[in-house]
């Protein structure tokens, strides 16, 4: 069975960067890099669903630090409330 090959993020940006050039067929760019063109087609459509992100103008896309200090100071408030609530079950 054939080892999986493993690309770098700069490799990969540069194989779909020459298939958005659009200097040599997709099949041409498979060849020269030893790839399938599946891979090369598959690439190319990150980068252009991606591009995007690119000009967001730095937008986060996970929560912000006062979301995260919220959410833990909840946590807290129900760690305290759910160890009184055992305790009264206890009895």
Known sequence: MA?????TDQFKAR???EAL??????QEIA???QLHPNQVS?????AIDGMADVFS???QSGPT????KELHAKIGRLA??????SEGLKR
């Open 80 to 85: 305290v409330e759910n160890d009184f609530l």
């Open 15 to 17: 194989v779909a960067l």
């Open 42 to 46: 598959t690439w190319k459509r990150q």
């Open 65 to 68: 630090e006062a979301d995260v």
């Open 31 to 33: 060849a020269k890099h």
């Open 3 to 7: 080892k999986r090959r493993n690309f």
């Open 57 to 59: 103008g730095g937008k």
């Open 21 to 26: 050039r659009g200097d040599k067929t997709v």
